[in-house]
């Protein structure tokens, strides 16, 4: 989860005291001021009013009821998405306070709801570590919502109050008796802001899974009213349950995941971890809950803590001699899986996207932590010890063998003067930024594509037959392999430590494969390959799959082509007379003149761009299309056929 600073403060936080006849008024001006700054620039608070924004306000009001569990009060959280399309955060908590703040005359749960940092407020040691912009949630949501109802058990009461855009329409009243206490929420997103209408619910179980695996012990709820659909969250296991999770298809190297938690100084640290077959690196690091994605001091800490315990572990136990180098870094990640959460105070995020922890007393607070209870790991099981060790060697030879072969095609590449494979069929264009290189799969389709391009900017690269799977070939292999050098040749960057984005010979590098299986297996490949040697090519927005017309339609002379279904039935639906439809199956049935001004004519060419939203699912995803265990694949494929199609995208 992102957190969103203020760009500009709210007036009445520079102003206090600002020519008002009387205190009273001011405070009522305050707060009208302060939704009102919320309904005008809400991507401030929220981020943005697209989808995601929208997804956030449950995040705003569960991260209040995640607190209220973290301050030790409740431990049911249920989430409903109604029919109608607005959203419910129920919880078991104390219930907000009711009572009248002297200060300012109205119930202390009006002020939460409609005053900006009315949070703090309560805080009085309260809580002891918080989320997010802790009281600010409660009084965005509201701002942004066209109508809320919040109801209170408390004091053996149910009270209740409603709202419209931020502003109460009912005093609050007790309107029946409770005999427990908690907070319920229910709120209409304001469709004069939201831009995407509509939840989704795999977004919220991916974050109520998440905060139900980080907080252990908390019961979380989703219900979708629409669909009868209910799941229910709990892991009392919590990170350990979640490392668990990440492995769940991959065969496990230590049985018994590590798991440390301990409190230093005010700091709350638990870290998990399990190695699995595989050889990616898969670390989530989260504070106060927050994914904090460009890692920071608590992920420092982990990381060095980690080739240390290990180096010395190997040592003493005799896996490793005396005269040997140490295992590296890259060694004991290969295949780590490993959670890291710690709870604090006063939490400080960095970085571009506010998701790096700044506070640097808890680098020291983790290795510490994460180093003892490692170590004391190691010594007591003595098998599991022995096979990350084992695991750890496998992969130092393998970085050995990987780095000659990587040496050797650089050398080669030197002596070869550069030479790009003989299989490129270059453009004249030297500008990257007006370049586009074609990855086409067979010969034949390599022939009309280069017949067919403008070359004056776009090359055309032919792969023959299937490239190597890379989830499933070691990386000496994969770097050793005629395609894929090829392929890292033609595009220049290199690979690897000496990965150089910035010599990226073309700007768009463009997947083309046929429509049928073997088609959309390569491309899974070729996607594949991007993902895990080079992500920045994605990430930059460098990488598109080309999308080849589904149906030529021709009456006459006249000939018109459909790139989906729906699109070739909305064109018979609009012709007269019976035109001929006939449907392509591969990219070689197209002469190159058909060829160009279907697919690579930039004039009415389809492009798709390849984005990764979620590296830990996009992870999962290709771990199990390409991965060695056949079981989870083989259920994977039957269960989410439509989901694998739209990875292509
Ligand atoms: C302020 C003070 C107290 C509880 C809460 C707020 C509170 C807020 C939310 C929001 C959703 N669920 C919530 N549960 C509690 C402490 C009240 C006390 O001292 O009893």
Redesign the pocket.
């Known amino acids: 989860m992102v957190e969103f600073e203020y760009a500009e403060a709210p007036s009445y936080l520079l102003n206090p005291k600002e020519s008002t006849p009387s205190a009273y008024d001011a405070k009522a001006i305050q707060v009208l001021e302060g939704l009102e700054a919320v309904r005008r620039r809400p991507g401030m608070y929220i981020g943005s009013t697209d989808n995601r924004g929208l997804h956030h306000l449950i995040y705003e009001?569960v991260d209040?009821?995640i607190?209220?569990a973290l301050?030790g009060?409740?431990d049911r959280i249920e989430v409903t998405l109604h029919a109608d399309g607005s959203a419910s955060?129920a919880?078991n908590?104390?219930?907000?306070?009711v009572d009248i703040m002297k200060d300012r005359g109205k119930p202390?749960l009006e002020v939460?709801l409609t005053l900006l940092h009315a949070?703090g407020k309560?805080g009085g040691g309260?809580y002891k570590v918080s989320g997010g912009l802790h009281?600010v949630g409660?009084s965005v949501v509201n701002a942004l919502s066209e109508k809320l109802e919040v109801r209170v058990m408390?004091h053996g009461k149910e009270y209740f109050q409603e709202y419209r855009r931020g502003k109460p329409v009912t005093d609050l009243k007790a309107v029946g008796k409770a005999d427990t206490t908690?907070?319920y929420?229910r709120f209409m997103p304001d469709s004069q802001i939201f831009e995407e209408p509509g939840w989704q619910w795999d977004i919220v179980a991916h974050r109520l899974r998440e905060l139900a695996f980080l907080n252990k012990g908390v019961t979380i709820v989703l219900r979708d009213e629409k669909r009868d659909l209910t799941y229910t969250f709990y892991f009392e296991g919590g990170i350990v349950a979640f490392v668990k999770h990440l492995n769940r298809d991959k065969g496990v190297v230590n049985l018994r995941p590590m798991y440390a938690e301990r409190e230093i100084e005010g700091t709350t640290i638990e870290v998990a971890l399990q190695y699995n077959q595989g050889f990616a690196e898969t670390v989530l690091a989260f504070a106060n809950n927050i994914d904090t994605v460009e890692g920071g001091s608590h992920v420092t800490g982990f990381r060095s803590a980690l080739t240390s315990v290990l180096n010395k572990y190997a040592r003493k136990a005799g896996l490793v001699r005396e005269q040997d180098p140490n295992l590296a870094g890259d060694d004991v990640r290969e295949g780590l899986t490993a959670v890291i959460s710690v709870k604090l105070r006063e939490p400080q995020f960095e970085g571009q996207t506010k998701t790096k922890l700044g506070n640097s007393e808890v680098r020291g607070q983790v290795e510490t932590v994460f180093s003892d209870a490692y170590t004391q790991y190691l010594e007591e099981n003595p098998p599991d010890a022995r096979r990350i060790i084992e695991k750890c060697l496998v992969a130092a030879r393998a970085r050995e063998a990987a780095k000659r072969a990587r040496d050797l095609v650089q050398r080669k590449s030197l002596l070869e003067s550069a030479t790009l494979p003989g299989k490129l069929a270059d453009c004249s264009e030297r500008d990257p930024s007006l370049c586009e290189i074609y990855i086409v799969e067979g010969d034949s389709a390599g022939g009309s594509a280069k017949q067919g391009r403008d070359r004056r900017f776009q090359a055309i690269l032919p792969l023959r037959g299937k490239i190597l799977n890379v989830e499933k070939a070691r990386e000496d292999k994969i770097l050793t392999s005629e395609q894929i050098r090829n392929l890292i040749t033609a595009l220049g960057t290199g690979v690897g430590e000496k990965f150089d984005i910035t010599k990226l010979r073309y700007h768009r590098v463009i997947v083309m494969t046929d429509a049928d299986v073997d088609g959309s297996h390569i491309r899974t490949l070729l996607l594949t390959f991007f993902f895990r040697y080079m992500p920045q090519v994605i990430s930059a927005h460098n990488l598109y799959i080309a999308h080849p017309p589904l149906y030529k339609i021709q009456r006459g002379k006249e000939v018109s082509y459909a790139y989906t279904e729906e699109q070739k039935n909305r064109k018979l639906a609009q012709m007269t007379g019976k035109p001929e439809v006939s449907r392509y199956k591969g990219l070689g049935e197209m002469n190159p003149d058909q060829l160009w001004s279907t697919t690579m004519n930039p004039e009415n060419r389809m492009l798709m761009r390849v984005e990764v939203e979620d590296t830990v699912e996009a992870d999962k995803i290709f771990d199990i299309l390409m991965g060695n265990e056949v079981d989870p694949r083989k259920h994977f494929i039957q269960t989410h056929a439509k989901t694998v199609r739209n990875l292509d995208v």
Not at 93 to 97: A, D, H, L
């Open positions: 009001i209040n009821s607190d209220e301050a009060y409740c955060v919880d908590g104390r219930g907000i306070p202390a939460v949070g309560f309260g009281g409660l408390r908690g907070t929420v």
